[in-house]
């Protein structure tokens, strides 16, 4: 069992940066794989980037050289980094864990945080 819980998010302007953290805690962080999705409103949940136990990424295109995902195992965190933003990047964004493969569904993933709302102003 993972516990995640993400901070970072906030008000940006367009083209503006942000980094998303994903802190985790009781389990084994180093053996999960990490994925961030994220959902507007009327929306589904989308994938957004996905990190693999053993450091393989993954990004969605509409996202791609824009966004960075990575993880500290040592500080039991996941970072997204995201800069270029634009305002159809406004969602509330979710890091997952999960043992098994590395997935873009969010039913690849069984722990999940609560979420942070990112806007962003035109």
């Known amino acids: 069992q993972v516990y995640l819980a993400e901070s970072g998010g906030g008000l940006v302007q367009a083209g503006g940066s942000l980094r998303l953290s994903c802190a985790a805690s009781g389990g084994t962080f180093s053996m999960y794989n990490i994925g961030w999705f994220r959902q507007a409103p009327g929306k589904e949940r989308e994938f957004v980037a996905s990190?693999?136990?053993?450091?393989?990424?993954n990004y969605a295109g509409s996202v791609k050289g824009r966004f960075t995902i990575s993880r500290d195992n040592a500080k039991n965190t996941a970072y997204l980094e995201m800069n270029s933003l634009k305002p159809e990047d406004t969602a509330v964004y979710y890091c997952?864990?999960?043992?098994?493969?590395?997935?873009?569904?969010?039913?690849?993933?069984?722990?999940w945080g609560q979420g942070t709302q990112v806007t962003v102003s035109s």
């Open positions: 990190m693999s136990r053993g450091g393989s990424t």
């Open positions: 997952a864990a999960n043992w098994l493969a590395i997935g873009v569904r969010p039913q690849d993933y069984g722990y």
